[in-house]
C-alpha cells in the first residue's frame, strides 16, 4: 500500500515519497516493525510442484493477480508479457507482448480475460490465444480487476470513476463518478458485481449500489469517516472489495475505518467494529477473516463481529489479502515469505520463503495447490501437505 493524490501533480508521489507518509503499508515503522520471525512446530507445508517466470510487477508493484480457468492459470507482468500455463504441470501453452502495460489483476470469464492498463484502457483477450477481442479507453489507470456479469464489465479507476463497458463489444453503457479527497491510498476499491446491482467503495469513505441497467444509484453509506489532523490521518479508502454472501451480508473494510456487515438490500448495518484495513477479507462459513493495516490476522464471527482469535505475531510484515485453503490461511508478506495459519485456532502452522522481491499480491487457492505471484514475477505451484494427519 502507499499513497496517491487525486490531482496529477501529487499523482508523481514515488514510492519513496509515499513510505515517507505512511512508512509502509503497515502504519509508522516506529510504532510498528515488523515482528523477526520465531520458530514454531509446523503442522502443514507446501511443496513445490513448478515455477515459471512471467516478468516484474514493477517498482510500482502493480497488484497483478493471476487468473484461474479450470486447468489454466493466466499470469501477466506489469510490461504486458501474458502466459497461460497448465496448472498441472506448469508447461507454457501460449504467451503474448502486448502492446500495453498492464496495472490491474486479471479476471477470467466464458472463454476471455479482463484487465485494466496503466494509460486507462480495458482490454478483453481470448483465453486460447492471447488475441486482443477490443480495448476500450476508461477516465484513468485501472488497478481492480475488472467485474462482470452477463452484460457488463465493471471497471473502478483510480479518478474515482465506475465504468460499465458492453463485456462483447467494449463499449459504454453508463458512467458515475465520485468526489475524491486530495490524498488517497495508492489504489482503487475493487466493485463487486452480481447479475442487478454493483457494489462499490470509494476512496471518499463512502460505499455506493448502483444498478446495472443504467449506473443509477440506489442507495450509499459512509463507512468511514475522517479523523485526525493530517491528510493522512484522514484517508478512509475503501480498497478492499465488499464481499457478498448468499444470505445477503455484505462484508465491507475500511483504512481508518471499520469493518461492517451489512444487509446488502438497503445498506443497514448489522454489525460494525472499529479496525482499519484496506485489504480484502475472507468469509468461510461463520468465520470472517480479515488483515488490518498492521498486518495482524483476525478471525471475526460473520454472524456478530466478535473477535474469534487475533495472530499479531506478523504485525508489521506487510501481509497480502488471506486465502483459505484446506483449513489454512495462506498470506505473503515484504520479505517473500508464504505463512500459514491454522483457521481454527490462528496459530501458525507452515511457512515457506520462495523470496522473489518479497509478494504483494493475494496467492490464489485451487483444490489443494496453492498459486504465488512474487514481485519479480515469478509464479509458482505449490501442493499443501497436513503434517497432523500424516501422524494421525
Known amino acids: 500500500m502507499t499513497v496517491s493524490a487525486s490531482r496529477p501533480a501529487l499523482r508523481a508521489l514515488t514510492c519513496a515519497a509515499a513510505l515517507a507518509l505512511l512508512a509502509g503499508c503497515s502504519g509508522n515503522v516506529q510504532e510498528n516493525p515488523p515482528q523477526p520471525l520465531t520458530d514454531f512446530t509446523p503442522t502443514a507445508e507446501l511443496n513445490g ?13 502493480y497488484p497483478i493477480t493471476p487468473a484461474i480457468s479450470g486447468d489454466t492459470i493466466y499470469a501477466a507482468s506489469a510490461a504486458g508479457h501474458l502466459k ?13 507482448d502486448l502492446d500495453a502495460k498492464v496495472s490491474s489483476g486479471l479476471t477470467f470469464d466464458s472463454g476471455r480475460l479482463y484487465f485494466g492498463t496503466r ?29 462482470l456479469n452477463s452484460s457488463l464489465v465493471v471497471v473502478q479507476s483510480v479518478d474515482g470513476a465506475l465504468t460499465a463497458l458492453d463485456r462483447f463489444t467494449g463499449e459504454q453503457q453508463w458512467l458515475y463518478t465520485s468526489s475524491q479527497p486530495a490524498l488517497t ?32 444509484q440506489l442507495w450509499d453509506m459512509r463507512v468511514a469517516v475522517p479523523k485526525g489532523r493530517t491528510a493522512v490521518e484522514q484517508l478512509v479508502d475503501l480498497d478492499g472489495q465488499p464481499v457478498l454472501t448468499q444470505q445477503g451480508q455484505l462484508f465491507v473494510t475500511s483504512y481508518n475505518g471499520r469493518v461492517m456487515a451489512l444487509n446488502a438490500r ?37 454472524n456478530t463481529g466478535r473477535v474469534i482469535w487475533k495472530q499479531d505475531a506478523l504485525s508489521g510484515r506487510n501481509l497480502t489479502a488471506p486465502v ?44 489443494n495447490h496453492l498459486y504465488v505471484f512474487t514481485n519479480d514475477g515469478e509464479l509458482i505451484a505449490y501442493d499443501l501437505k497436513q503434517l497432523a494427519a500424516q501422524n494421525d
Open 49 to 61: 510442484q513448478w515455477s515459471e517466470g512471467i516478468g516484474s510487477l514493477s517498482r510500482a508493484r
Open 266 to 302: 438497503n445498506g443497514e448495518t448489522l454489525w460494525s467494529r472499529d479496525e482499519s484495513s484496506y485489504l480484502t477479507p475472507v468469509q468461510v462459513g461463520d468465520h470472517l477473516f480479515t488483515v488490518n493495516a498492521k498486518s495482524e490476522i483476525l478471525a471475526l464471527d460473520a
Open 324 to 367: 483459505f485453503i484446506n483449513g489454512e490461511l495462506a498470506l505473503g508478506d515484504y520479505q517473500g515469505y508464504i505463512h500459514l495459519l491454522d483457521a481454527e485456532t490462528g496459530e501458525i502452522a507452515g511457512r515457506s520463503h520462495p523470496g522473489g522481491d518479497g509478494i504483494s499480491v493475494q496467492p490464489l487457492a485451487s483444490g
Open 84 to 96: 497461460a500455463i497448465n496448472i498441472d504441470n506448469g508447461q507454457v501453452r501460449w504467451e503474448k
Open 185 to 216: 491510498l495508492r489504489g482503487t476499491g475493487t466493485p463487486r458485481t452480481i447479475e442487478p446491482v454493483t457494489f462499490a467503495g470509494f476512496a471518499n469513505g463512502r460505499l455506493g449500489v448502483f444498478d446495472n441497467r443504467n449506473g443509477q
Open 119 to 147: 494509460n486507462g484502457q480495458v482490454m478483453a483477450v481470448d483465453g486460447d490465444s492471447g488475441d486482443v477481442a477490443w480495448r476500450t479507453t476508461v477516465s484513468s489507470e485501472v488497478l481492480a480487476p475488472p467485474q
